[in-house]
């Protein structure tokens, strides 16, 4: 298990996930929670796939992303995402979502993948959740 978080960030270009530590909400064992910000498209999405997987087997089930600052998203993005949340349901963890932008909750309501993949309005909504 990785053991400090707070220096974990990847950027690619515009791209960027950066873990924010949450001082008032409290995150349950073993997960994190990214802010991204940018564009997540064809050549973002596999850093963003490779870095949520190596997170994966290090130990971590539950995946909290906030989508507020994430301007433009492609299928290869939420294939991406998909993918996450099957591997993880697996593992009895879950992906979710936080706060999508304006124009990546239209991608997602476009694509009906808004029934699909867990959305919260915040992350303590998201937490709460079980």
């Not at 064992?29 to 596999?46: A, C, D, H, R, T």
């Not at 949340?85 to 694509?111: A, N």
Request: charged share 20%.
């Amino acid at each position: 298990m990785i053991e400090n978080w707070s220096d974990y960030t990847v950027e690619s270009g515009d791209f960027k996930m950066e873990v924010l530590h949450q001082k008032f909400v409290p995150l349950p064992e073993s997960s994190v929670y990214f802010e991204l910000s940018g564009e997540i498209n064809l050549y973002n999405s596999q850093i963003m796939k490779e870095n949520l997987e190596m997170l994966i087997s290090k130990g971590i089930n539950f995946i909290f992303l906030n989508f507020e600052q994430v301007s433009y998203i492609d299928s290869s993005g939420l294939g991406v995402c998909l993918g996450i949340h099957s591997k993880l349901m697996k593992q009895k963890g879950f992906i979710r979502i936080i706060s999508p932008s304006e124009k990546v909750r239209y991608v997602l309501e476009l694509t009906k993948l808004r029934s699909l993949l867990q959305i919260f309005p915040t992350l303590e909504q998201a937490i709460k959740t079980d």
